[in-house]
């Protein structure tokens, strides 16, 4: 059963933008609406790390290394996230994995989208 389907992750150029979708399928509306949602990511050989998470209010916090490049959105009637990632740098090139954090404190994962990032 999946709870979160990532899409959008690719390769593209040092320099270039992509955008990442995750939706949440079988979430009902009230319950993502009242849910944290948020992204991380695993760069080759590292550990998984914060990129960005968004509350139901819509206040926003992003991992340090973004420095304004990434914007995270949600768009509770379509029960989807996303992430508008651009000046994408090669230490960018990671997979990159939705959560969702439910009222309950139920936490999902989403299985991954690799991004890569060459040059």
């Known amino acids: 059963q999946v709870q979160l389907a990532e899409s959008g992750g690719g390769l593209v150029q040092a320099g270039g933008s992509l955008r990442l979708s995750c939706k949440a399928p079988?979430?009902?509306?009230?319950?993502?609406?009242?849910?944290?949602m948020g992204w991380y990511r695993q760069p080759p050989g590292k550990e998984r790390e914060l990129v960005a998470t968004?509350?139901?209010?819509?206040?926003?916090n992003y991992g340090d290394f973004v420095k304004g490049r990434f914007t995270i959105s949600r768009d509770n009637a379509k029960r989807m996230v996303f992430l508008q990632m651009n000046s994408l740098q090669s230490e960018d090139t990671a997979v990159y994995y939705c959560?969702?954090?439910?009222?309950?404190?139920?936490?999902?994962w989403g299985q991954g989208t690799q991004v890569t990032v060459q040059g």
């Open positions: 959560t969702r954090t439910r009222p309950d404190s139920t936490t999902y």
């Open positions: 079988r979430a009902i509306l009230s319950d993502f609406s009242g849910s944290d």
């Open positions: 968004i509350t139901p209010g819509r206040s926003t």
